[in-house]
T-cell receptor
Framework: NAGVTQTPKFQVLKTGQSMTLQCAQDMNHNSMYWYRQDPGMGLRLIYY???????DKGEVPNGYNVSRLNKREFSLRLESAAPSQTSVYFCASRPYQGFAETQYFGPGTRLLVL | QQQVKQSPQSLIVQKGGISIINCAYENTAFDYFPWYQQFPGKGPALLIAIRPDVSEKKEGRFTISFNKSAKQFSLHIMDSQPGDSATYFC????????????FGRGTSLIVHP
């Protein structure tokens, strides 16, 4: 049981390049989330997927798109990377809608945009 | 608008001391208050959580104190150890539904040996 896995662990992009951050969970969780973490800013929600087939915007969605490929996988795409998107990105999952509140986080992807 | 305010931003304590991190919230509909612990290079992990029907919850050296009337809650780490050095995030949420927690901005704790 690997929990939540993210790839890649680290990436350097040039301004304007595109890339997809991958996230997968093997816990049969319904809900999945993408956050970015910047110094002094805490965790800010980019997009989330309450269940397979649905996605919704979070607090900071501009410049990002997501795909809930299946129940296990939730990807985050940067179409045209900007230096402001330099951050650490975390994927998280949660068992099901209802009263299971614990989020399980992946190890993160560190992204540097030059 | 920051719905969950966390303080201090950083904290240094000596081994064996008490670490205290405070959070204040504004939305009275929040009914679940977790604390997450994050070690360098790792993702956050749930440490302890409380619901507003109790004023305190203790798990080992970690205690959450909750003051509903003041809309404040705090994390106390007793007998702080160097291994407790990490970033701590408080959060608040409404249980059920889509469950979108609001996080505080984090506290970097360093425990000196």
């Amino acid at each position: 049981n690997a929990g939540v896995t993210q790839t890649p662990k680290f990436q350097v992009l040039k301004t304007g390049q595109s890339m997809t951050l991958q996230c997968a969970q093997d816990m049969n969780h319904n809900s999945m989330y993408w956050y970015r973490q910047d110094p002094g800013m805490g965790l800010r929600l980019i997009y989330y997927s309450a269940s397979e087939g649905t996605t919704d915007k979070g607090e900071v969605p501009n410049g990002y798109n997501v795909s809930r490929l299946n129940k296990r996988e939730f990807s985050l795409r940067l179409e045209s990377a900007a230096p402001s998107q330099t951050s650490v990105y975390f994927c998280a999952s949660r068992p099901y809608q209802g009263f299971a509140e614990t989020q399980y986080f992946g190890p993160g992807t560190r992204l540097l945009v030059l | 608008q920051q719905q969950v305010k966390q303080s201090p931003q950083s904290l240094i304590v000596q081994k064996g001391g008490i670490s205290i991190i405070n959070c204040a919230y504004e939305n009275t509909a929040f009914d679940y208050f977790p604390w997450y612990q994050q070690f360098p290079g790792k993702g956050p992990a749930l440490l302890i959580a409380i619901r507003p029907d109790v004023s305190e919850k203790k798990e080992g050296r970690f205690t959450i104190s909750f003051n509903k009337s003041a809309k404040q809650f705090s994390l106390h780490i007793m007998d702080s150890q160097p291994g407790d050095s990490a970033t701590y995030f408080c959060a608040a949420s409404i249980r059920g539904g889509s469950y979108i927690p609001t996080f505080g901005r984090g506290t970097s704790l360093i425990v000196h040996p």
